[in-house]
């Protein structure tokens, strides 16, 4: 049996208008299912994603979507913040409708949204249900405590593939990097490719824990399709594809490496579209570069 609880949507932020929103849901503090009542718990993974029940404009209709959380419950318990895009796909449903007036309207109404939840009924405790309960190679739930630490991670998000890596980010900085002693040798190189400037997410935030912790952040934003003349950072697209006369397609990753030229030593981790993943996987292929691991998600 599946079990819902309804979040309050406590803050819809436009981050580039019609295209990419910032979301947070409010979690109360217990559900009562059966006349019982459970104490909610937020104890989700870096790295994972809960699934929601927006409103779907094209099918006027609730819908079941997994959401990545880009806060970490360490830090926020029971707010649930992510990053949702208009995916342009023609059947696009629910994507669209957090771009709409409509979004607004529900939000300032405080209306709310359901979100799923596993529930233990012999301990009385519900938490956040997470898309992933062990680490592997296709999900991005963060390591154990303990195993990543001392890990050099280069992480490539694409659009709002960056959520699991901010929260990564604000994890690790409150776990590990903000108490400096030299205990934690860890470092994480974030390439964040968007469109244009105005579709970086929290570049500011970003910029701003890359200069508090240079030893152990390195942030690059990319951006693809335009840029002001005066751009520091990297312009275009990271993996580039040539078409050989053949009409065969190769996968070039020169950008990527003169960023990091030491991949095959790095913990590798990518987040964003289907082909933008089988692209790079497809370039490290044909390179012969195998990181340490890979592990990669993409909707
Ligand atoms: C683990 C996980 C985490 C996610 N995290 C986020 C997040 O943080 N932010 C975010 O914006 N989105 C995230 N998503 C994607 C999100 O759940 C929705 O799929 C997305 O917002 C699109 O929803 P939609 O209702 O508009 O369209 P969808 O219902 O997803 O898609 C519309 C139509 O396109 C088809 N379609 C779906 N995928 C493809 C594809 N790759 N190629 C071609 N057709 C396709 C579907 O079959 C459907 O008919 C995540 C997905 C997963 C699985």
Redesign the pocket.
């Known amino acids: 049996m599946e079990f819902f609880v309804a979040a309050r949507i406590s803050n819809l932020q436009v981050v580039d208008p019609g295209e990419i929103r910032r979301v947070e849901f409010a979690l109360p503090d217990y559900v009562e299912i059966g006349e019982i009542r459970y104490s909610l718990h937020d104890t989700m993974r870096p790295g994972t ?1 809960f699934l929601a029940k927006p409103w ?1 404009m094209r099918t006027e209709k609730f ?1 079941r ?4 959380r ?1 806060n970490s419950s360490c830090l926020e318990p029971g707010v649930l913040e ?4 208009h ?1 342009h ?8 409708w957090w771009q709409s007036e409509m979004a607004d309207i529900w939000y300032e109404e405080g209306r709310t949204v359901e979100v799923r939840l596993t529930v233990d009924e012999s301990q009385g405790l519900a938490t956040v249900y997470e ?1 992933a309960a062990l680490c592997k190679d296709g ?1 991005l739930r963060l390591e154990p405590d303990g195993e990543w630490e001392d890990s050099r991670l280069v992480c490539v998000a694409y659009g ?1 593939g960056i ?1 699991p890596f901010l929260s990564y980010i604000r994890y690790m900085a409150n776990q590990a990097w903000r108490q400096g002693g030299g205990k934690c040798h860890g470092h994480m190189t974030l390439i964040a490719s968007a469109r244009h400037q105005g579709q970086l997410i929290l570049h500011q935030e970003l910029q701003e824990i890359a200069q508090q912790f240079p030893q152990h952040f390195r942030y690059v934003p990319v951006l693809t399709r335009s840029w002001p003349e005066d751009w520091p950072s990297l312009k275009g697209r990271i993996v580039q594809t040539n078409v050989l006369p053949s009409g065969e397609e190769q996968v070039d990753l020169t950008p990527l490496l003169n960023l990091v030229p030491d991949l095959s030593q790095a913990h590798l981790r990518m987040c964003g ?2 082909p933008a993943c089988r692209q790079f996987t497809q370039g490290l292929r044909e390179q012969g570069i195998c990181p340490v691991t890979v592990r990669m ?3």
Do not use: H, K, Q, V
């Open positions: 994603a779907g819908r979507r997994m959401y990545t880009s992510t990053f949702i895009n995916t796909r023609p059947l696009a449903d629910t994507s669209m898309n999900n709002t959520t579209s289907f998600e993409s909707w």
